[in-house]
């Protein structure tokens, strides 16, 4: 599975077409929150007894500011908030887009 098309509209909206003919949207804010880096994995499962900390770039609309392919597997995607960080992989990208977080049966 690969994306036929990509395409970012104003900023906030990622829109790939996937080779089956699938579109799928992607917000700013789903693909900022879902950013599968190390820093930000850390974040989102602290130690136990301990909560998520909300920063406060987090409270704010973000926007993106680069999609850059990576390989011929991946997404380099950079916000507005200063992270650049995140690579989306293809199939995490399949799995976001699909609103199935485990991402189970094909
Ligand atoms: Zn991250």
Not at 19 to 28: E, L, V
Request: charged letters at 25%.
């Amino acid at each position: 599975m690969y994306p036929e098309s990509i395409a970012l509209k104003e900023r906030r909206l990622l829109v790939i077409r996937w080779s089956d003919g699938q579109q799928m949207q992607y917000p700013a804010g789903l693909l900022r929150r879902e950013c599968p880096c190390a820093h930000c994995l850390e974040r989102r499962e602290p130690p136990p007894g301990q909560l998520p900390i909300l920063q406060p770039e987090e409270a704010r609309p973000v926007e993106i500011t680069s999609v850059q392919p990576v390989g011929n597997y991946a997404y380099n995607i950079q916000f507005s908030d200063g992270h650049t960080t995140g690579i989306y992989t293809l199939e995490y990208l399949r799995r976001l887009g699909r609103g199935d977080p485990t991402g189970s049966g094909s």
